[in-house]
């Protein structure tokens, strides 16, 4: 009776796992299911921004991702530790948690930078958070996608939880500090 009982909470454990580390189930989006996932970082980023001020934003981003983090971390460890998924391609397309925490990372960088962007150039064509949201998003898909040095090494070779989370820190921190650069470079010349 009690290993049926372990049996039937690590099964239920492994669902919740799946549904962690799928957004709840964005991940099986048949196509673009990385870029729909990255989609998750704007009501994140729009609540931060609604209820947060200016000075805040970022340290709130940054705690955020530090929970996705450890959740990501969790959740991926055991699904491939209870699904016995060993030998497959470790970040499976489904998975898109790390997608999520990659752009609060990025945004958690720059999204200061963004507000004074959108601010210095009237940026009004759409609401304020999505314009603010867009170059980030740009960014963070074109490194997560593109791979650049040591992107494209640690996603070939760290097959664990952390590798498949951290190739997108990675990509999060270089598509941040482009933002950041992007910044300081028009704020000399205008």
Partial sequence: MKRVIFLTCKR???KAAIVLNTC???GYFPIASGTIGTLI?????AIVRMNCDYWRIAVVLFEISVFIFIIGLLSITFWKNYGKIHNEKADASFIVIDEVLGITVCLSI???DLIFLRTKFA???????FAEF????????????????PIRKIDANMHSA???????VI???YAGLIVLMTRYCLELLF
Avoid at 41 to 45: E, S
Avoid at 162 to 168: E, L, T
Wanted: negative net charge.
């Fill in 12 to 14: 239920i454990a492994y």
């Fill in 24 to 26: 709840f189930g964005v």
């Fill in 41 to 45: 970082g704007f009501p994140i980023y």
């Fill in 110 to 112: 720059c999204s200061q």
């Fill in 123 to 129: 940026i009004e064509i759409v609401d304020a958070y």
């Fill in 134 to 149: 867009i170059p980030a998003f740009i960014l963070f898909r074109i490194f997560d996608i593109a791979k650049p040095f």
């Fill in 162 to 168: 952390f590798g498949i989370m951290f190739d997108d």
């Fill in 171 to 173: 990509a999060g921190i």
